[in-house]
Nanobody, 126 residues
Framework: QVQLVESGGGLVQTGSSLRLSCLAS????????MAWFRQAPGKEREPVAG????????LYAESVEGRFTISRDISKSTLYLQMNILEPEDTAVYYC???????????????????WGQGIQVTVSS
């Protein structure tokens, strides 16, 4: 059974850093494309960062490029999102998502993903 469990969220001030973790179980991360999405109140779920099954290249939304870094540790079955220079606009529920690899993967489309975590709140105060 595939499970994705996020952790590491919280309340921080503008300019701070946080690292989100997504513990994956029930599948081999080497065979799955994975991504982080976020959803703010009243807004649609939007892509944040993506990672292909073979680990590169990393993909980012323009709004987080240069501030966020997606990575993974296969030995720990964990996907990470390092978030630096956080802004109030980054406040949202963050979700980890996974789908079996395929060449036609459109990383920013939430409909591409078969599995989702429960989400974790990140709040950035001004």
């Amino acid at each position: 059974q595939v499970q994705l469990v996020e952790s590491g969220g919280g309340l921080v001030q503008t300019g701070s850093s946080l690292r989100l973790s997504c513990l994956a179980s029930g599948f081999d991360m080497n065979e799955y494309n994975m991504a982080w999405f976020r959803q703010a109140p009243g807004k649609e779920r939007e892509p944040v960062a993506g990672l292909r099954w073979f680990g590169e290249p990393t993909l980012y939304a323009e709004s987080v490029e240069g501030r966020f870094t997606i990575s993974r540790d296969i030995s720990k079955s964990t996907l990470y999102l390092q978030m630096n220079i956080l802004e109030p606009e980054d406040t949202a529920v963050y979700y980890c998502a996974a789908t079996r690899w395929r060449s036609t993967w459109k990383w920013g489309n939430p409909n591409e993903y078969d599995y989702w975590g429960q989400g974790i709140q990140v709040t950035v105060s001004s």
